[in-house]
């Protein structure tokens, strides 16, 4: 199992990004949610993941994990800050949204708890997950015994 997510992880990220992506267009565009200011800030950071792990899944590079981390980790922090507002009032007192829908506005609240940015959230902790255990696959770890034989050749 291991070896699948560390052989097949940019294509999982890929599919959490597009699966993501295609579930925020058909809420705004098809349910007519319309997207708040932090919304908008999170669909920034994912949907450029799209094209760019669907060329790294094409290419099969695993150099593009590194670009693609810090998106994923700035948009998941804007996630659990737009879940904080929703779910604790006096965020949203303290910082509200003055353009469009307020912020901490719930379109869906599934089970009292799974709620439009939450969804967003798991789904970069998903890449984020998929992509660290795909990095480094081409590249054998170094012992400490390596590193004192490069060590000796110099």
């Not at 997207?35 to 450029?48: T, V």
């Not at 899944?57 to 904080?84: E, Q, W």
């Not at 604790?88 to 379109?107: E, N, R, S």
């Given at each position: 199992?291991?070896?699948?997510?560390?052989?097949y992880?940019?294509?999982f990220a890929?599919i959490?990004?597009m699966v993501?992506?295609?579930?925020?267009?058909?809420?705004?565009?098809?349910?007519?949610?319309?997207?708040c200011?932090l919304?908008?800030?999170?669909?920034?950071?994912m949907?450029p993941?799209v094209i760019?792990?669907?060329?790294?899944?094409?290419?099969?590079?695993?150099?593009?994990?590194?670009y693609?981390l810090?998106l994923?980790?700035?948009?998941?922090?804007?996630?659990?800050?737009?879940?904080?507002?929703?779910?604790?009032?006096?965020?949203a007192?303290?910082?509200?949204?003055k353009?469009?829908i307020?912020?901490?506005f719930?379109?869906?609240n599934?089970?009292?708890?799974?709620?439009?940015?939450?969804?967003?959230l798991i789904?970069?902790i998903?890449?984020i997950v998929?992509?660290?255990?795909?990095?480094n696959?081409?590249k054998?770890?170094?012992?400490?015994t390596d590193?004192?034989?490069t060590?000796?050749?110099?």
């Amino acid at each position: 199992m291991r070896s699948l997510f560390r052989n097949y992880g940019i294509y999982f990220a890929w599919i959490v990004s597009m699966v993501a992506t295609a579930g925020s267009l058909y809420l705004s565009e098809v349910l007519h949610y319309e997207p708040c200011r932090l919304c908008w800030f999170q669909r920034i950071f994912m949907y450029p993941q799209v094209i760019l792990l669907g060329i790294a899944a094409y290419r099969n590079d695993r150099n593009v994990i590194p670009y693609i981390l810090p998106l994923s980790f700035i948009g998941g922090s804007i996630s659990v800050y737009h879940y904080a507002e929703q779910k604790i009032p006096a965020l949203a007192k303290a910082l509200p949204c003055k353009v469009g829908i307020p912020c901490d506005f719930d379109y869906l609240n599934w089970f009292g708890f799974l709620t439009i940015p939450l969804m967003c959230l798991i789904a970069f902790i998903l890449i984020i997950v998929f992509l660290f255990t795909a990095r480094n696959t081409n590249k054998p770890m170094q012992t400490s015994t390596d590193i004192q034989e490069t060590e000796h050749l110099y």
